[in-house]
């Protein structure tokens, strides 16, 4: 996932401020502490009560030394010979990320991709509640998915008020994706998950992520492309008529 912010400049910043309850974190730190979270969460539901350094790390796919410096912007060390009290940690990781704080968010955007959204049990189950959805179809205005009636994208900024939105996620076509971002932060929304594939101009202090799976499969595929070179063979067939030998559909 990459992030834009203020008129589409790349790369994270927090913008939490320094100071003993919001540490200045790296980008790199933010983006790792979920990936903390989620592997803590699982732990308290084996009935584990400390992890060491090590096996935080190996359930989330890091090394223990990049761990350690991660939690230490914390202000979290570990005990020696205990390691970390998992329940501590988590509250830790879930102050820093604001995930204490309720944020309602909207998805705009009912198609294919909006419904799977709007049924996912996981945005609920770590924090994030969808509370209105939102398409410029007639056809879908009214529509219930999920427990929720589908609102004209008019009704956009009164909900935003209303309902006290935080958030706003775009599962729209990339061509009215710019103008449902426009929409969201003119409502008062600075805060945007973005699937459309397009770069998105924001205002100064209006942060944007954008997921886009194509991209993770051409990095995917640069790897096969990067392995079928090293060892002569390719896991793809080739589009078009004639592949070079070892070379692999882009
Ligand atoms: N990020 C990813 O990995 C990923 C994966 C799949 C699809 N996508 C993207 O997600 C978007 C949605 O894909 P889909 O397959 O669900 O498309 P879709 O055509 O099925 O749905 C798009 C929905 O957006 C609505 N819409 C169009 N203009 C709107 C507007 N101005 N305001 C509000 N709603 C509007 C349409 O009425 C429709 O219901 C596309 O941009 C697609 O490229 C991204």
Redesign the pocket.
């Known amino acids: 996932m990459s992030q834009q912010r203020s008129g589409g400049e790349a790369g994270l910043s927090t913008r939490n401020g320094a100071g003993p309850d919001f540490p200045d974190l790296p980008d790199a730190t933010v983006a790792r502490l979920p990936e903390y979270l989620r592997s803590l969460h699982q732990m308290l539901e084996a009935g584990q009560d400390t992890t060491s350094s090590e096996g935080l790390a190996a359930a989330a796919g890091v090394n223990s030394a990049k761990l350690r410096k991660d939690l230490s912007h914390l202000g979290s060390y570990g005990t020696r010979g205990v390691g970390y009290d998992i329940t501590r940690l988590v509250e830790q990781i879930e102050h820093v990320l604001g995930l204490t704080i309720h944020r309602g968010v909207a998805l705009?955007?009912?198609?294919?991709?909006?419904h799977a959204l709007a049924g996912y049990a996981g945005f609920a189950s770590r924090g994030f509640e969808i509370v209105a959805l939102?398409?410029?179809?007639p056809a879908?205005v009214g529509e219930m998915v999920h427990g929720l009636a589908v609102r004209h994208?008019d009704q956009l900024a009164v909900t935003v008020t209303q309902e006290r939105i935080a958030i706003g996620v775009i599962?729209?076509?990339?061509r009215?994706?710019q103008?449902?971002a426009d929409q969201l932060v003119a409502a008062g929304v600075t805060s945007i998950l973005n699937?459309?594939?397009c770069v998105l101009s924001v205002p100064e202090g209006v942060d944007v992520r954008k997921?886009?799976?194509?991209v993770e499969l051409q990095i995917l595929s640069f790897h096969e492309h990067r392995k079928a070179n090293g060892n002569g063979q390719a896991n793809g067939v080739a589009r078009g008529s004639a592949a070079r030998p070892g070379e692999v559909a882009a």
């Open positions: 705009v955007g009912l198609g294919n991709l909006g939102f398409d410029a179809d879908r994208i599962a729209t076509p990339a009215a994706a103008s449902v699937f459309a594939p997921v886009d799976l194509a």
